[in-house]
């Protein structure tokens, strides 16, 4: 059999020729004819042309001519519709074939013709083929169910072929449950919504099932599908996770690979104290570690999710660290992830050996990898105190070897290990300044200027040194520019007598004879300083530094969450969310971590945290995450929101979710409390935002105006206070209120400008909260913010928000971006904008609710040198949506009973006792009661600054 | 899923096209060539839009300049799965979150296929048999989803031959196996001699300080299958596992003493698809009913009590800047009645050596100026042997500041016994319908040891 000849014919007029052939009448030439025009078509030439002809060799009972015929079809039909129309009778027939085989040939073949027409005649031979008594032609027709939907999902939908599909779950096949899994899921990720896989304890019980019994292949579909499932309790988790780790011994590396997705998945809710969960720590690594037997490219796959495992559960591999040594003859690619890991892994037990290791491969030939061997001995010392000795003096050993770019990157390392550990190893100053002359890259220059001029006065020759960098100013990048700047003005101030003019002339440069704003700006700044008060400036330009972090690559905590979700999968290769590299729709979806049940909860204590990852390195990796959150703003919030809030909150929820944890570990707020707290109102829509936001900002500009003369018809108003102070800011000031004005809420904001710098694209966002207050308007600030100017807004709330618990209850954490960057802030908003208009209780309610509540439920107050009487108090808390329900005079005492609502629904009632006849005593004493008593203490602060104001 | 699958030669020029999903492609462009222009055009546009993808691939991996950086390549938010099989790529493309796992085990198998009807995975061999491929290609993969890619079963019924003889039992058992629970075993296979052979293949890995001390060592071993027996047999499979024998021995303390000396502990196995999983993990029992002909049952990882079957001392001593005195002594650590074959040290030199002289004991030296290396190699050598070889190696002077690498001294080898310790202490085979029992079963076992890293520094 010698097919390559088809390859081979170039002549001219090759198309005449093969029609000719195409419509020979032996068999044998047409056969021939179609092999060739598959080869062309195969090496890119056009044989569109030969459409019809190669349509009319479609009726065969050559099995292998058909096939051919098909491909030609599946290439070109969509270019030619209308013969395409041709070809269907065939198909339809061909659906009816004794043989499955054919028949399953023919519907394959059809679900790849993506014209409309075919694919109407395409359902009802689908439909018989998804009941077909053959299993093999079932499990095509399931696939072909997923083609469909790529085509045409309204049509799938409407002719009620999800359902069949969903019925192919229960197939007594297996090979057929896991292509009606592959495709349902597929399916199911372009309608996140929908609840196509409803996935539940006996569903997953069948697809357990199923799992030992289909193919490698099936069992991928299978235990992807059940990543997406998040099980009710520990227990549930528990017993799933038994069933799936034989898979863990799979030949497979993806079977096992999903396996540990849905492990680690899983793992998240299982108590920490449970013995299981220690077992399973320990079955999870062997796996991983075989993985790196395979062939490379697959080892490439799983060093990538074991970056990520690493990150995640430090504990699984921590012994593990030989496995990671670098094999001379690995790929490139597979030593600069090994080496990443090895670098993460590396701990006090074991630091001797990774140095060895490291000084090994800082001598192999391809650059690249000897750098990042080299930043990892760097990356060593910061991270083990006790191994710094040991890799500062690796480091000067690797100096010494004279390697140009050895030299080099060892310098850039050393000088993150000054700023580690001050005043520790400066003795080895000299030896980098040996080397000065051989640093030609930005970094390593930037990084030994800033040595020089950071010790000065341990450097005889410091001037010197500097001098020699300044001579060629003008063709430094910035980054060596700024730092010889502030380098001489440190050298400066220390040896102030023989480097003015030094200074004078870099000053110069900077100012005068540069184009470059931040280096001209930096320049005037040191200028300045150095003019005006010279003390000043040391305790500017030599303030102590703030320690540098142990991890600085650190994935971003909720980031990570997300990956984890995809081991195996390509995010989990680019270490990117799908949305980064996925066009469309499909994937957007964030998938998270399932929260830890209660039970495990309590469970969670200090030591049994990651070792790697103690509270007090969070902060360092939050600047990252700012910038995550101020390009997810910018996604999110960017383009109007003119449609109602409910559509777009499904895309928001992902953002909010972010922010939300970005702010909690900002706030040093334990993000675990949202799993167990037992007051999680539902968040009802009290007010119709979409409709209440405009009438309620267009009022409250009104409202305005008019407050300070105290009107009735809305609540009460607390003045602005400044909640953002320019200095946490970058020069922006928020200052701001909250008002509640006929039935609609809002946060009257005023943002000024203490910048020297035009301010845009202005923001907002709030975390979620314990009332689900959220904006129901993007922030909208019309013109640019110049400098000094300030701006009155009015921003519409919303109560749909997502509703977290907060400590205190009516904390509001706001993130607020401009051109400049992200601010976070946290302010207390006063309850009563959250009473309800409708908060008046008829007295038999109120009466029956009164005591319905338990009396531990009840909360006593005193409100101090309050001189009102009865109808002053009720006037002023009605206006506030607290209503009167009733009044009692005891023993000249006026008792006033009094209901209101909040917008979650929570009814809190109250009795007022007022005195009037009493003048020495002016204090009013209020009882609460409320099923949800943490609310009182907040009610109680509202009726202190109602009345009182 | 997988968006299209693509096979390319050295040059970049495409062997096999076929594209599953549209997205890979822009299908818009794609239709608007086609309708605006004649055959002729079309033909001088180079055909289809899909082309985009293909000539992606080999503008930024094929014809790139440097090495492969990563085995995944994101181009234009698609990315690019590739394999290298000896100058044949194979590339998947897709633009989903795809099981990037899933994609390469898929091309490993498609290769494997392949390699199982027409052997050597080479230019001519693909293009004299692309129109099997494309076959192939349909049935492994629908809309990118890969089906069942077992060899036995495909050729049932992908033959090249045509399936117009088949009556319709036999279309339904073609069916039926290859969407079945032992979708890799056809049934009714008759063999007059029932017979087994087992290879317990090992290659050992090492990592050695120029002091001698052992920085990593282990033993990555598969168990190879070949079998030729009737029916459905299942078959039960044993070996000196430590959890196992140590489970049987809680009955008699006294064996245990006796066989725990000689089991060995298995860092981690994993198994071909035929052997059921679950009961592995319950009873730690291999069963499984294996497919017919040569298959991988198990691999194997240990990394405790290693036979390290050789030992290399090495001794190098730079004298002045133009000359280097090395001397390697390799030491035999097995039975003496063992033969080790196809021994080969390599050694390596330095990039600006001139001139070398060996002097060797045994076997056969030679300095091999292409390989920067000097190559010494044995045919045979019995245990607890002792081998030298002696080395001057005379150096140009250069004013290349950077100091030689001293890359390691490497060694290959061939032993006839398992590194790892590993026995196999039964493999029972059971066919309740036909009537051969497992003493009819004629069986071998063969072990074999190969180096596989085996690195010494000096």
Known sequence: MTDSKYFTTTKKGEIFELKAELNSDKKEKKKEAVKKVIASMTVGKDVSALFPDVVNCMQTDNLELKKLVYLYLMNYAKSQPDMAIMAVNTFVKDCEDPNPLIRALAVRTMGCIRVDKITEYLCEPLRKCLKDEDPYVRKTAAVCVAKLHDINAQLVEDQGFLDTLKDLISDSNPMVVANAVAALSEIAESHPSSNLLDLNPQSINKLLTALNECTEWGQIFILDCLANYTPKDDREAQSICERVTPRLSHANSAVVLSAVKVLMKFMEMLSKDLDYYGTLLKKLAPPLVTLLSAEPELQYVALRNINLIVQKRPEILKHEMKVFFVKYNDPIYVKLEKLDIMIRLASQANIAQVLAELKEYATEVDVDFVRKAVRAIGRCAIKVEQSAERCVSTLLDLIQTKVNYVVQEAIVVIKDIFRKYPNKYESVIATLCENLDSLDEPEARAAMIWIVGEYAERIDNADELLESFLEGFHDESTQVQLQLLTGIVKLFLKKPTETQELVQQVLSLATQDSDNPDLRDRGYIYWRLLSTDPVAAKEVVLAEKPLISEETDLIEPTLLDELICYIGTLASVYHKPPSAFVEGGRGVVHKSLPPRTASSESAESPETAPAGAPPGEQPDVIPAQGDLLGDLLNLDLGPPVSSPPLTTSSVQMGAVDLLGGGLDSLMGDEPEGIGGTNFVAPPTAAVPASLGAPIGSGLSDLFDLTSGVGTLSGSYVAPKAVWLPAMKAKGLEISGTFTRQVGSISMDLQLTNKALQVMTDFAIQFNRNSFGLAPAAPLQVHAPLSPNQTVEISLPLSTVGSVMKMEPLNNLQVAVKNNIDVFYFSTLYPLHILFVEDGKMDRQMFLATWKDIPNENEAQFQIRDCPLNAEAATSKLQSSNIFTVAKRNVEGQDMLYQSLKLTNGIWVLAELRVQPGNPSCTDLELSLKCRAPEVSQHVYQAYETILKN | ?458
């Open chain 2, 1 to 458: 899923m997988i968006g299209g699958l693509f096979i390319y030669n050295h040059k970049g020029e495409v062997l096999i096209s076929r594209v599953y999903r549209d997205d890979i492609g822009s299908q818009a462009a794609d239709s608007a060539v086609f309708s605006s222009s004649g055959p002729f055009l079309g033909e001088r546009l180079g055909g289809s839009v899909r082309r985009n993808a293909v000539d992606a691939f080999r503008v930024n991996v094929i014809h790139a300049r440097q090495q492969v950086r990563s085995p995944v390549t994101n181009i234009a938010r698609t990315s690019f799965f590739h394999v290298k099989r000896s100058n044949i790529w194979l590339a998947a493309v897709t633009k989903q979150n795809v099981n990037a796992a899933m994609v390469f085990e898929f091309l490993y198998k498609m290769c494997d296929v392949m390699a199982a009807y027409f052997g050597k995975i080479s230019e001519e061999n693909i293009k004299n048999n692309f129109v099997l491929i494309y076959e192939l290609l349909d049935e492994i993969l629908d809309f990118g989803y890969p089906q069942n890619s077992e060899t036995g079963a495909l050729k049932t019924f992908i033959t090249q031959q045509g399936i117009k003889s088949q009556t319709k039992e036999e279309q339904s058992q073609i069916t039926s196996q290859v969407t079945g629970q032992i979708g890799w075993r056809r049934e009714g296979i008759k063999y007059r001699r029932n017979e087994l052979f087992l290879d317990v293949l090992e290659s050992v890995n090492l990592l050695m300080s120029p002091q001698g001390q052992v920085l990593s060592a282990h033993v990555s071993g598969r168990v190879v299958m070949k079998s030729y027996l009737s029916g459905m047999p299942e078959c039960k499979f044993g070996m000196n596992d430590k959890i196992v024998i140590e489970k049987q021995g809680k009955g008699t303390a006294d064996e245990t003493s006796k066989s725990g000396k000689q089991s060995i502990a298995i860092d981690d196995c994993t198994f071909h698809q035929c052997v059921r999983l679950s009961k592995f993990d319950s009873e730690r029992s291999i069963s499984f009913i294996p497919p017919d002909g040569e298959f991988e049952l198990m691999r194997y990882r240990t990394t405790k009590d290693i036979i390290l079957p050789f030992r290399v001392i090495p001794l190098v001593r730079e004298v002045g800047r133009t000359k280097l005195e090395v001397k390697v002594v390799i030491k035999s650590n097995f039975k003496p009645s063992l033969l080790a074959q196809k021994i080969e040290v390599r050694i390596p030199t330095p990039l600006n050596t001139s001139g070398v002289q060996v002097i060797c004991m045994k076997g056969k030296a030679k300095y091999k100026a292409s390989e920067n290396a000097i190559v010494w190699k044995i045919k045979r050598m019995a245990g607890m042997k002792e081998s030298q070889i002696s080395a001057e190696i005379e150096l140009l002077p250069t004013n290349d500041k950077k100091k030689w690498a001293r890359p390691p001294i490497s060694m290959n080898f061939e032993v006839p016994f398992a590194p790892s310790g590993l026995k196999v202490r039964y493999l029972k085979v059971f066919e309740p319908k036909l009537n051969y029992s497992d003493h009819d079963v004629i069986k071998w076992v063969r072990y074999i040891g190969r180096s596989g890293i085996y690195e010494t520094r000096c």
